[in-house]
């Protein structure tokens, strides 16, 4: 079972940042869309920001303008600065890749979440 591995989660004072990154291990070999989700207690998961293989970017309108996804392609692995933290960006922080193992198809792949909790 493929797995991507999530690191920087924690918690933070209103107004502070935090970095997550997520690697995929490189059994991976052509990954296509890479982006972050968020899923706060009692509500969907829900799209924060993605990045295509050409480096095209969308974030959600609550997001846009404090947090800034980026990838880098020969480690398979995708970071997600956020800045200016909200109490309501407070959530389960989970990563997605859509990419293709070795003599697989292609599929999606998801991280086991990182919480991000913003204090006021």
């Known amino acids: 079972q493929v797995q991507l591995v999530e690191s920087g989660g924690g918690l933070v004072q209103a107004g502070g940042s935090l970095r997550l990154s997520c690697a995929a291990p490189?059994?991976?070999?052509?990954?296509?869309?890479m982006g972050w989700y968020r899923q706060a207690p009692g509500k969907q998961r829900d799209l924060v920001a993605e990045?295509?293989?050409?480096?095209?970017?969308t974030y959600a309108d609550s997001v846009n303008g404090r947090f800034t996804i980026s990838r880098d392609n020969a480690k398979n692995t995708v970071y997600l600065q956020m800045n200016s933290l909200k109490t309501e960006d407070t959530a389960v922080y989970y990563c997605?890749?859509?990419?293709?193992?070795?003599?697989?198809?292609?599929?999606?792949?998801w991280g086991q979440g990182t919480q991000v909790t913003v204090s006021s």
């Open positions: 997605k890749m859509k990419g293709r193992a070795v003599l697989g198809a292609a599929r999606d792949y």
């Open positions: 990045i295509t293989s050409g480096g095209s970017t």
């Open positions: 490189q059994t991976i070999i052509a990954i296509y869309v």
